[in-house]
């Protein structure tokens, strides 16, 4: 079965460089989540869409933005990077259904290391 | 503002032994899901619990939903070093015209010792 793609896997920057982070979801999944993971810590809710409009924003910087294309891929950009940055970012999809579930399914994630 | 509580966070066990781990809130979730992460990875949905009172399995892992929605608990049996990794609840509040609010408990660390 398909999976949700994050590209890149692995990302290096420097500070104060600009990075972003490609999320293509389950085909027919209409919402997109982003989650930032620091090392041994659980991942923190960024930001989500669905159908292509903003749905829920959580701790995302106001240095990142993100959007959600009519293919309903998703893209992070992340500028003016700093070291604190460096973490595990992920995304996730799912599909939402009248009263029912809206499991999420994640990518592999990206790695993303500021220097 | 809802919130997951998971219990315990951190556990480390002998193999073969059982443990549970709850997750609680004062809310009520229209679903809640399990995860767990093994470290550089994302994490992998393990189940979904929807109907209150509701138990699943899943080999050695058993999953209930509690009969108000409001907490869930993953009991697993002989755990086994496979077994360790991240465990995060999720549990799910459902809006007919934007996307679900999904919020994720604290987690918790289970560590399996051979």
């Known amino acids: 079965a398909a999976g949700v793609i994050q590209s890149p896997r692995h990302l290096i920057k420097e500070k104060r460089e600009t990075a972003t982070l490609k999320c293509y979801p389950i085909p027919r999944h209409d919402t997109v989540y982003w989650y930032q993971q620091g090392p041994g810590q659980d991942p923190q809710f960024l930001i989500s869409?669905?159908?292509?409009?903003q749905s829920d924003k959580g701790s995302i910087p106001d240095r990142f933005s993100a959007q959600q294309f009519s293919d309903y891929h998703s893209e992070l950009n992340m500028s003016s990077l700093e070291l604190g940055d460096s973490a595990l970012y992920f995304c996730?999809?799912?599909?939402?259904w009248g009263q029912g579930a809206y499991e999420q399914y994640f990518g592999p994630g990206t790695r993303l290391t500021v220097t | 503002t809802q919130l997951l509580e998971q219990s315990p966070q951190f556990l480390s066990i002998q193999e073969g032994e059982n443990l549970t781990v709850y997750c609680n809130s004062s809310?009520?979730?229209?679903?809640l899901q399990w995860y767990r992460q093994e470290p550089g990875e994302g994490p992998v949905l393990l189940v979904t619990v929807v109907t209150g009172g509701e138990v699943k399995k899943l080999k050695r892992l058993t999953f209930q939903f509690g009969d108000a929605r409001k907490d869930s608990s993953l009991h697993i049996t002989a755990a086994q070093p496979g077994d360790t990794g991240l465990y995060l609840c999720?549990?799910?509040?459902?809006?007919?015209?934007?996307?679900?609010?999904?919020?994720f408990g604290s987690g918790t660390r289970l560590s399996i010792r051979p």
């Open positions: 869409f669905y159908e292509k409009m």
């Open positions: 999720a549990g799910s509040t459902i809006g007919y015209s934007s996307a679900s609010k999904i919020i």
């Open positions: 809310s009520v979730f229209s679903s």
């Open positions: 996730a999809s799912s599909h939402s």
